[in-house]
């Protein structure tokens, strides 16, 4: 009988332990990428870089709130008449963005243990939040050049709100006694802004403009996260 129960406590001991995940409370990371606009300048939007910092606390291994530093440079459009601008405006935008969100991994909502595939990919991630993007225009077009004169509306500095969407992966780095001491990250973040500050322009739709939706634009960013503070188990 006493050898039984032995059994089992090891048993129950051992399924413990293999389940348990090992992990840091806080992550602070970098990454930089490209991003791309879409708005109300259609005309050549280009990729341009966007470096990130990140803070962020981990509830668990699989959810974390947190801020994110982002600037970089926005910009579309072109001053020499071409096929599809009618209007030659072009920006040239040195955006920053402070942002606060969270995230949330596969690993939370689903039994990672309960098959190979599921544990594999286990640090897919959804996250959204709210910020403010300071816009800062280094280059702009404020007076039509077709002879015209006609001054386009708009401010070359402003703050305007910014509601982001992610998706990504995590692939964590566990150190020598088992916690995730590195985190590799792939995301990718649509933002919309609730505004018009991001491309300087405010034209009304009565003179033939597109000004109907909200300024846009998209950074796909690589990073490397480093975890330290409070240990934690789940």
Same mark, same amino acid.
Not at 111 to 136: A, E, P, T
Not at 138 to 155: A, Q, T, W
Not at 188 to 210: A, R
């Given at each position: 009988?006493?050898?039984?129960?032995?059994?089992?406590?090891?048993?129950?001991?051992?399924?413990?332990?293999?389940?348990?995940?090992?992990?840091?409370?806080?992550?602070?990371?970098?990454?930089?990428?490209?991003? /791309?606009?879409?708005?109300?300048?259609?005309?050549?939007?280009?990729?341009?870089?966007?470096?990130?910092?990140?803070?962020?606390?981990?509830?668990?291994?699989?959810?974390?709130?947190?801020?994110?530093?982002?600037?970089?440079?926005?910009?579309?459009?072109?001053?020499?008449?071409?096929?599809?601008?009618?209007?030659? /405006?072009?920006?040239?935008?040195?955006?920053?963005?402070?942002?606060?969100?969270?995230?949330?991994?596969?690993?939370?909502?689903?039994? @990672?243990?309960?098959?190979?595939?599921?544990?594999?990919?286990?640090?897919?991630?959804?996250?959204?939040?709210?910020?403010?993007?300071?816009?800062?225009?280094?280059?702009?077009? /404020? @007076?039509?050049?077709? !002879?015209?004169?006609?001054?386009?509306?708009?401010?070359?500095?402003?703050?305007?709100?910014?509601?982001?969407?992610?998706? !990504?992966?995590?692939?964590?780095?566990?150190?020598?006694? !088992?916690?995730? /001491?590195?985190?590799?990250? @792939?995301?990718?973040?649509?933002?919309?802004?609730?505004?018009?500050?991001?491309? !300087?322009?405010?034209?009304?739709?009565?003179?033939?403009?597109?000004?109907?939706?909200?300024?846009?634009?998209?950074?796909?960013?690589?990073?490397?996260?480093?975890?330290?503070?409070?240990?934690?188990?789940?």
């Amino acid at each position: 009988m006493k050898r039984t129960a032995l059994l089992l406590l090891l048993s129950c001991l051992s399924i413990a332990a293999s389940a348990q995940y090992n992990y840091y409370r806080i992550a602070f990371g970098i990454g930089g990428g490209m991003n /791309r606009y879409f708005g109300d300048v259609e005309y050549k939007p280009k990729y341009k870089p966007t470096i990130s910092a990140t803070l962020d606390y981990n509830f668990t291994p699989f959810a974390s709130a947190g801020i994110e530093f982002q600037t970089g440079t926005i910009s579309a459009g072109d001053s020499i008449p071409a096929p599809g601008n009618p209007h030659l /405006r072009y920006f040239k935008n040195g955006y920053k963005a402070i942002i606060l969100g969270g995230k949330i991994q596969l690993g939370q909502v689903v039994d @990672i243990q309960s098959s190979d595939f599921l544990y594999y990919v286990r640090g897919f991630y959804l996250g959204s939040g709210v910020g403010v993007v300071m816009n800062k225009m280094k280059e702009i077009v /404020r @007076i039509k050049p077709d !002879g015209s004169n006609y001054p386009f509306p708009g401010l070359n500095k402003s703050k305007d709100l910014l509601i982001p969407a992610n998706i !990504g992966f995590n692939f964590d780095f566990p150190d020598q006694w !088992g916690y995730t /001491r590195f985190i590799f990250n @792939i995301n990718y973040q649509f933002n919309v802004t609730l505004g018009e500050g991001l491309d !300087g322009y405010n034209d009304p739709k009565s003179l033939g403009f597109k000004n109907s939706a909200p300024d846009m634009f998209h950074n796909l960013t690589i990073g490397i996260k480093y975890c330290f503070g409070p240990e934690g188990l789940y």
